[in-house]
């Protein structure tokens, strides 16, 4: 049995490329684990795990940068999402948003099943086609859902594994919180060594 990782983009995980001496495609064998670069967002997400998971994996981890909803997390730190939510699925009714649940066409909330443990500050997640950056967007999701990060494909990987009947983690280092747009304000660098750094660890000892 293999571990799969999955990651939006390559530059997520370019010092563990380096690490392991990984190909330059988007999907990368090794003995005890596979790598797979989806692309970013939802559709590219569950379109690339279509294609490539299957039985074979006994754990799924998906590791990128987020956003975060709390100031009390310092930028670069990392947060196991132990639940993720599609934020956007379902309908408008007026101000009221009517989840898919609530519309009865399916659910749109999963989580995390591996009992590995990370050590890691624990968290909930918010997935979006959009990218939150206004001060209205970012008070309705805290109002409804009180998220802690937020990707573009977290819960995807959570339905894919959950549908599979898969474990699967997610681990997210903070690059920035969630605000209106300010590039200014970001630590991707430190965000992308201190997911890569953990993530070299975490699989080295798995292995």
Request: hydrophobic share 40%; charged share 20%.
């Amino acid at each position: 049995m293999k571990t799969l990782i999955v990651a939006a983009t390559k530059a997520e995980l370019s010092i563990f490329y380096q690490h392991f001496n990984l190909g330059e495609g988007d999907f990368s064998e090794r003995k005890n684990f596979d790598v797979l670069i989806t692309g970013v967002g939802m559709v590219a997400t569950a379109f690339s795990l279509g294609k490539y998971l299957s039985p074979k994996y006994n754990l799924v981890i998906n590791l990128g940068i987020a956003g975060c909803f709390d100031r009390n997390i310092p930028l670069g730190s990392l947060v196991s999402v132990t639940a993720d939510t599609f934020a956007e699925l379902g309908a408008e009714n007026g101000d009221e948003f009517l989840t898919i649940n609530d519309l009865g066409f399916g659910e749109n909330h999963y989580t995390a099943t591996s009992i590995q443990k990370t050590g890691l500050t624990e968290g909930t997640g918010v997935t979006v086609n959009r990218v939150s950056g206004s001060e209205q967007s970012i008070k309705n999701l805290v109002q409804r859902l009180n998220p802690t990060t937020e990707s573009m494909e977290g819960a995807a990987v959570f339905y894919a594994c959950n549908q599979q009947h898969i474990d699967c983690l997610q681990v997210r280092s903070i690059s920035n919180y969630v605000e209106p747009r300010n590039k200014d304000n970001w630590k991707m660098g430190l965000a992308i060594k201190n997911l890569n750094d953990w993530a070299i660890s975490f699989i080295g000892e798995m292995n």
